[in-house]
């Protein structure tokens, strides 16, 4: 059976399979993957050449390099130490808080290191150039999770609205944030049409990445078990002694599943054994910076603090609003029943970013990934007529331009 698209109908009825129509007889022939994604990438790359633009003005209007903004401020400078000293650099603060560069993941830096080699490019260079590149993959994997699902109007919007987050500008900086989602989109596109060796790789790969590697090889292994009960329910109807195609597919879905968590406990155990504190080494790393996850407790009692006077209240309630639209978008896609991986894969990192014990002002950059929890708002949008949901996309690509000038020029994300 041919998979069609949709145009009404926007909820999956299985947990991982695609929707597909009764009669697909008269399915116009599929064009290629990257044909049917052009415009999406087209728009994606126009909105990221408005926030360049409006960046590089907005900094030369205060006499900084915008360049300097994106390739070396701020984590860019730890993983392009990495790229070039390898671990083992830290930095020990007054309040006797230990920065290592442990904290940071490896395949950033080695993509670095390997773009330094090959080419004329610095590692601050390469930095760059991976994240525009990833960024651009990022966009391809979200328009095909999204096409997939909800066809390719939905796939368009989908790219677009994470194009105008208001931290979109992080999308072309030389940070892990491109990379790693898309390596997580591209996992769980690869879930939803059952190619799970490719799924478990990239999950390894995304692993290596970040630390919220571990909801990517969540979504594979919840998708995994959720086939493999179904299987055992299907067991009845079929001959065990003579599993044909059915084996086969069990044994690539146990491989992926195999493959998915190695890239996280490989460098988590790596970083224990070189800390010589054991399999849990890297939480001291990560403690070491104040960061760590404990429910949300911290956060929430930033957010208190800051209805101790009248100007902060209202950032106060802002945060308040904030949360509660993420909390509500997650409810929607749960409510809207996406497939389980992307809701097994947007929940945690949803939790992790919300509940982790510091660094504030970073939770939107680390909500970044969580790409499904636009899919709610990607599907109203497809809905409009497309001179409407042009015009809402080009005046928050504009206002989203605005800001993360703004941002970069001030406190930017640490």
Known sequence: ??????????????????????????????????????PALLGYAAVRALGLLTLALWSAARDKSAYTLLTARWDALWYTRVAELGYGYEVRLPNGDVHSNLAFFPLLPWLERLGATLTPLSYADAGFAVSLLASLAAAWGIFAVADHLYGGRAGVCAVLLWAVLPVGIVQSMAYSESLFTALAAWSLYAVLTGRWPTAGTLALLAGLTRPVGIAVVAA?????????????????????????????RRATRALGMLLAPLGTTGYVLWVGHRTGKGPLGYLDVQAGWRNGFDGG????????DKFTSFPSALAGVGLIVGVGLVVWLYVVCVRQR????????????TALALCASSYFGSKPRLLLPAFPLLLPLALSLARLRTPRSAAVLAGVATASAVYGAFWLNGSGPP
């Open 338 to 349: 996406q497939p389980l991986p992307l809701l097994v894969y947007g929940g945690v990192v």
């Open 297 to 304: 407790y911290a956060f929430a009692r930033f957010v208190a």
């Open 220 to 248: 594979v292994w919840a998708a995994g078990l959720a086939s493999f009960a179904r299987d055992r329910s299907d067991s009845s109807v079929r001959d065990r002694s003579n599993p044909g195609p059915h084996g086969t």
């Open 1 to 38: 059976m041919t998979t069609s698209r949709r145009s009404v109908r926007f909820g999956p009825p299985s947990i991982i399979e695609p929707v597909t129509d009764l009669d697909t007889r008269m399915a116009p022939a599929r064009s290629s993957p990257l044909r049917r994604a052009a």
